[in-house]
C-alpha cells in the first residue's frame, strides 16, 4: 500500500497510490527516500528516525518512506498519533509504502481518534514505488530466499520493471549490485542481526541516470542517526 501524508491522516480513504504527492514525487529531480524495516513493536524508534531526520535537515523531512514489513502496527500506531498530533504529524514524510511482513497480518483496523472512524487496509506482499523516474521494487523478502542470496528478488524487481529493490526480514543491512541493479537491505530498526547496530538507510535519487544513486545507512542513537559502513557476517 502506497498513501500520501493527507491520505493516511484520513485513515487512507483514498485508494493507495492516488494522492497528488505521490504523482509529484514520481516527477521531482531530486528526492530523499527514507528505508526502513522489522520494528517489531518499537514505534517510538521509528518515532525518533524522524525526529532526528527532521531536525538534522533543519525542519525538512524526507520525500518518502518505504518501510519493508515486520512492524505495520508500529506504522499504524504511528499514523493514528499523526492524525491527533499535527506536530508529530509534519514529521511524516509525504509518500508512505508499505509491505506485509511474515510477522505481520494482511489486514490492519485503523481507528481515528478524533472520529473513532474505523477503516481497514490490506498490506500487500509486494509494492513498487516511482520516485525521480526510477522504479522501486520493495517486499518484506520471506518469499524470496534471501538466505540463498537476492536473485530471486533482482529477477521479481526485473520483472516490475524496477531500477532498485530494497528488503527486509534478515535484519541484516545489506547493499549489492546485481545485474545492474542496486539491492538494499536497510537492516532493523530494532533487532539487528550479525552484529550489526539498530539501523535504517537514506536513498538520494537524481532525475538523471539511477547509477547516480546516493545510499547512506545509518546506525541509531538516540534521535541522531550515524553513518556506517554495513559489512555483513561471512555465513551470510
Not at 3 to 24: I, M, N, W, Y
Not at 176 to 181: I, K, N, S, V
Amino acid at each position: 500500500m502506497i498513501f500520501t501524508q493527507d491520505e493516511s491522516r484520513l485513515l487512507c480513504k483514498h485508494l493507495p497510490g492516488k494522492g497528488q504527492a505521490v504523482a509529484e514525487l514520481a516527477q521531482k529531480e531530486r528526492a530523499s527516500i527514507l528505508l526502513l524495516s522489522d520494528s517489531h513493536g518499537a514505534p517510538t524508534t521509528i518515532q525518533n528516525i524522524l525526529y532526528g531526520l527532521h531536525t538534522a535537515e533543519k525542519g525538512a523531512s524526507p520525500d518518502a518512506m518505504i518501510f519493508c514489513g515486520d512492524g505495520m502496527g508500529d506504522i499504524c500506531s504511528l499514523l493514528a498519533k499523526a492524525e491527533e498530533d499535527e506536530s508529530f504529524a509534519a514529521l511524516l514524510p509525504p509518500v508512505i509504502g508499505v509491505v506485509e511482513g511474515n510477522m505481520d497480518t494482511g489486514e490492519y483496523e485503523l481507528s481515528s481518534p478524533a472520529t473513532h472512524e474505523r477503516l481497514t487496509i490490506r498490506v500487500p506482499l509486494t509494492q513498487t514505488l516511482c520516485a525521480c523516474g526510477h522504479k522501486i521494487f520493495f517486499t518484506h523478502g520471506h518469499r524470496f530466499s534471501l538466505y540463498n542470496g537476492t536473485q530471486y528478488l533482482v529477477q521479481r524487481a526485473r520483472e516490475e520493471g524496477a531500477n532498485f529493490a530494497v528488503y527486509g526480514h534478515t535484519h541484516i543491512a545489506r547493499a549489492e549490485t546485481m545485474l545492474a541493479m542496486l539491492t538494499v537491505n536497510p537492516g532493523s530498526c530494532s533487532a539487528p542481526r550479525g552484529g550489526m547496530p539498530q539501523s535504517y538507510a537514506v536513498l538520494n535519487l537524481k532525475r538523471a541516470a539511477a547509477s547516480s544513486a546516493d545510499l547512506t545507512f545509518y546506525r541509531i542513537a538516540g534521535r541522531t542517526g550515524k553513518p556506517f559502513l554495513p559489512k555483513p557476517p561471512p555465513f551470510y
